[in-house]
């Protein structure tokens, strides 16, 4: 049977507790780094962005609509001076000069649609940018409350891992104190089960939380106190004392 001086069995529950408290900080870690706050800031910021961009599409059409029609009212435009230029020059028969006052006509009132529906696109216009802005302000304050989600994560997160890294330092020099041995047995059964040792307490594993059964209580009882004994549940060494009632 392994076999490990009282006092040396005692220091494991030490040991054991690092190891506990390393546990707890790593899922503590994990549980901070999958931020709820951080995920619905990241899920609204892409909702203000889809929107964003749908408006920018609706704005970038609309500014290209209101460019057509200035081209076309400044087509219509041209159409018609270069008529009256020839009207005013009266470079054309009578009937040339009736058939151009009659197109000129026609292109004012063509022009006067043009500029009707310019307004009309200029008036969607205006709406739209106003409505670009108001998104665009959006988005850029949920990019804020983002980046502070973030941050105020990251900081939580950040001190976790120098609180894990102070203990862990802590566990690797309690670790080179043991005797290799010992040391060996208590990780290979941590590895296995995740407790390495734990106390038997008025005849309870704390390692299983279950109370011995009465003929291994006994056998327990009656193993020297430098040999190792084990949990029958969990398979954790039992460190043992007769102050705990063992």
Known sequence: MAKAAPA???????????DSEITKLK???????????????????????????????????????LKDSEAAVEKVTAHINKDQKRIDTNAGSASDMMALSHEVESLTKRR??????????????????????????LNTQRSAELDAHTARRDAAVAALKEELAAVEARRKESAASFDEG??????????RSGIGAARLFHGTSEASGI?????DLAEIKAAPADE??????????????SEWGA
């Open 182 to 191: 010992l040391f060996t047995i208590y990780e290979r059964i941590r590895t």
């Open 8 to 18: 040396e069995q005692l220091r494991l529950l030490d040991l054991a507790r690092l």
């Open 112 to 137: 006067s649609d043009l500029e009707d529906a310019e307004l009309e696109i200029m008036g969607e216009l205006e709406e739209i940018q106003a409505e670009h802005d108001a998104a665009a302000a």
């Open 211 to 215: 109370a011995l059964a009465a003929g």
């Open 228 to 241: 190792i004994v084990f949990c029958p549940d969990s398979g954790a060494i039992l460190v043992r004392s």
């Open 27 to 65: 899922r503590t870690i994990a549980e901070a780094s999958n931020d709820a706050e951080v995920d619905a800031a990241q899920v609204q910021l892409a909702e203000s962005g889809a929107a964003l961009a749908g408006v920018l599409a609706r704005l970038t059409a609309q500014q290209a609509a």
